[in-house]
């Protein structure tokens, strides 16, 4: 299985844990809830739902709604198929969000686990939280030391798109700094903004004293510089 249809499974599940959903659903939750979904097609999620159908994590069940009713006549489909959690589906979502290995910490896993904190013990989001942070600032400090080797051959562009990076990621470290404190203080997040995705802070950070366009120690005088 590949990272990303066990991303998918794992997201699924937790969707169905709240409540029983249709095809459609589904797919509209996953792409309005869950970022990392935006891109994906009925043609990936269907053979999802069908494999979490054999292995016993779901059963399917006719549309029960009056709306469905209707639309086979009509139409000359048949009802829409509403997925339900089976118990064992819930005890393997449950052994999900109790894992806290490497692959909890990666970009696209990540945001999928952190959209679920809600149905995760305090002690593995601490974990996981603990994790992510601790990779991001494994790779800040590989961007600054590369950047240390190479600005000298950079044009102001490029030194910015750098800055713009290292800044990107300077931001979601405060923001797990943020979110452990919180943690460790015994406060939960409350509202919509629990599944948010980390706030945008417009104040730099550090980012390694890049220059920013004008700045560049190669260039004559600031008419030399094109940004």
């Not at 006719?62 to 198929?81: F, S, V, W």
Request: net charge neutral; with cysteine.
């Amino acid at each position: 299985m590949s990272r990303r249809s066990g991303i998918l499974e794992f997201a699924v599940l937790g969707l169905l844990r709240e409540s029983p959903m249709h095809g459609y659903e589904l797919r509209k939750r996953l792409n309005t809830s869950l970022g990392v979904f935006r891109a994906f097609s009925y043609g990936t999620l269907y053979p999802c739902l069908k494999t979490l159908v054999a292995n016993g994590w779901l059963i399917e069940e006719p549309g029960n709604t009056t709306e469905d009713a209707l639309a086979a006549p009509l139409t000359g489909r048949r009802a829409k198929i509403v997925y339900r959690l089976t118990a064992d589906g819930k005890e393997h979502f449950e052994q999900l969000l109790s894992q806290t290995g490497p692959d909890a910490y990666e970009d696209e896993t990540f945001a999928a686990r952190f959209a679920f904190f809600g149905q995760t013990s305090r002690d593995v989001r601490m974990r996981v939280l603990e994790g992510r942070r601790s990779r991001l600032e494994e790779r800040l400090e590989k961007m600054r030391a590369s950047l240390a080797r190479t600005r000298e051959r950079l044009d102001d562009y490029t030194l910015e798109l750098q800055r713009h990076g290292m800044e990107s990621v300077e931001r979601e470290v405060r923001w797990l700094n943020e979110l452990i404190e919180s943690e460790r203080a015994g406060q939960d997040l409350k509202g919509p903004a629990s599944g948010a995705p980390p706030r945008q802070n417009t104040t730099s950070g550090t980012s390694g004293d890049l220059p920013r366009p004008g700045d560049n120690p190669r260039a004559g005088s600031p008419d030399d510089t094109a940004t």
